[in-house]
């Protein structure tokens, strides 16, 4: 009876105990930068940090650099647009001789895994793993031959300052915009001679919704059909509707962050919005190719 009673206290008082450590040890806040981070320059950033847009010093040693090896340095070649890497839409974007491999991470996973903190310090510092300095010779980079230097994530504590950093910080936490709420993608094959299928374009959304997004948002550019720019991205015969329809995954950041170096600034939008514009970009009547 007395080994009971005194079973009985220990157990009240690790109760106890645990309790206090909950009330007493509360989780870390987050970093006053990041709170203070601009998450839609973040998506700019991602896509190319140096643009005029992103407020980046133009006068900067290394824009020639920059501008001469450029997917050597975009967030975006390496992780894609969706932000799954070769793991999603870009398991078929194959590396040249200007374009390095695209990295094996699921940086929509990753981000959501980390803490900001984590996440702040694996951009600038690694994760264990060595970095490109900036002054590396990129023009001999041949990805069957010569490979290595140029697949390293750039040592971007020597090229972004801390502001620029938390705020792709910030973009990956909060604003990139989950690509599995506005369509289906099937992935098939190994990179890099995978393909992606994307289907169910706007999924649930409301086609009627997103053509009054439409026509507030993007009409004036575009036109009522989706023809008036026409070949978008270099592409012939690439209208909006088409665009939506066979390149769903960049189109997302494209409508939200904008167009670097266009008219097409970032658009204020939920993941709704989006959906529902989407849904209706579906209609090949309305937008048609």
Same mark, same amino acid.
């Given at each position: 009876?007395?080994?009971?009673?005194?079973?009985? !206290?220990?157990?009240?008082?690790?109760?106890?105990?645990?309790?206090?450590?909950?009330?007493?040890?509360?989780?870390? !806040?987050?970093?006053?930068?990041?709170?203070?981070?601009?998450?839609?320059?973040?998506?700019?950033?991602?896509?190319?940090?140096?643009?005029? %847009?992103?407020?980046?010093?133009?006068?900067?040693?290394?824009?020639?650099?920059?501008?001469?090896?450029?997917?050597?340095?975009? #967030?975006?070649? #390496?992780?894609?647009?969706?932000?799954?890497?070769?793991?999603?839409?870009?398991?078929?974007?194959?590396?040249?001789?200007?374009?390095?491999?695209?990295?094996?991470?699921? @940086?929509?996973?990753?981000?959501?895994?980390?803490?900001?903190?984590?996440?702040?310090? !694996?951009?600038?510092?690694?994760?264990?793993?060595?970095?490109?300095?900036?002054?590396?010779?990129?023009?001999?980079?041949?990805?069957?031959?010569?490979?290595?230097?140029?697949?390293?994530?750039?040592?971007?504590?020597?090229? @972004?300052?801390?502001?620029?950093?938390?705020?792709?910080?910030?973009?990956?936490?909060? %604003?990139?915009?989950?690509?599995?709420?506005?369509?289906?993608?099937?992935?098939?094959?190994?990179?890099?001679?995978?393909?992606?299928?994307?289907?169910?374009?706007?999924?649930?959304?409301?086609?009627?919704?997103?053509?009054?997004?439409?026509?507030?948002?993007?009409?004036? #550019?575009?036109?009522?059909?989706?023809?008036?720019?026409?070949? @978008?991205?270099?592409?012939?015969?690439?209208?909006?509707?088409?665009?939506?329809?066979?390149?769903?995954? %960049?189109?997302?950041?494209?409508?939200?962050?904008?167009? @670097?170096?266009?008219?097409?600034?970032?658009?204020?939008?939920?993941?709704?919005?989006?959906?529902?514009?989407?849904?209706?970009?579906?209609?090949?009547?309305?937008?048609?190719?």
């Amino acid at each position: 009876m007395k080994y009971y009673f005194l079973l009985i !206290a220990f157990l009240a008082i690790t109760l106890i105990s645990c309790s206090d450590d909950n009330t007493t040890n509360p989780p870390a !806040a987050d970093p006053v930068a990041y709170t203070n981070a601009d998450g839609i320059k973040g998506g700019m950033l991602f896509d190319k940090f140096w643009a005029t %847009e992103t407020g980046f010093d133009q006068t900067n040693a290394n824009i020639t650099k920059l501008n001469a090896s450029a997917d050597f340095f975009r #967030c975006k070649q #390496c992780h894609a647009w969706d932000l799954m890497g070769r793991n999603g839409s870009y398991n078929n974007r194959a590396p040249k001789t200007t374009r390095p491999n695209v990295a094996d991470r699921n @940086l929509r996973t990753t981000a959501s895994n980390l803490t900001p903190q984590a996440l702040f310090d !694996a951009i600038k510092k690694g994760l264990g793993k060595s970095r490109r300095d900036i002054s590396a010779d990129l023009s001999t980079y041949d990805p069957a031959t010569n490979s290595t230097i140029g697949d390293q994530m750039p040592d971007f504590s020597k090229i @972004l300052t801390d502001a620029q950093i938390w705020d792709i910080v910030k973009f990956l936490k909060t %604003e990139a915009l989950d690509v599995t709420k506005l369509y289906d993608a099937t992935y098939s094959g190994t990179y890099p001679t995978g393909t992606a299928t994307y289907s169910n374009i706007g999924k649930d959304g409301d086609a009627t919704a997103g053509n009054t997004f439409y026509t507030a948002k993007c009409a004036i #550019c575009h036109g009522a059909d989706g023809k008036q720019i026409p070949n @978008l991205d270099g592409t012939t015969g690439m209208t909006v509707g088409k665009f939506a329809r066979t390149k769903p995954n %960049e189109l997302q950041h494209k409508m939200k962050f904008g167009q @670097l170096g266009s008219s097409m600034k970032a658009t204020a939008g939920t993941i709704t919005d989006f959906k529902n514009l989407y849904k209706a970009l579906a209609d090949t009547t309305k937008y048609p190719n």
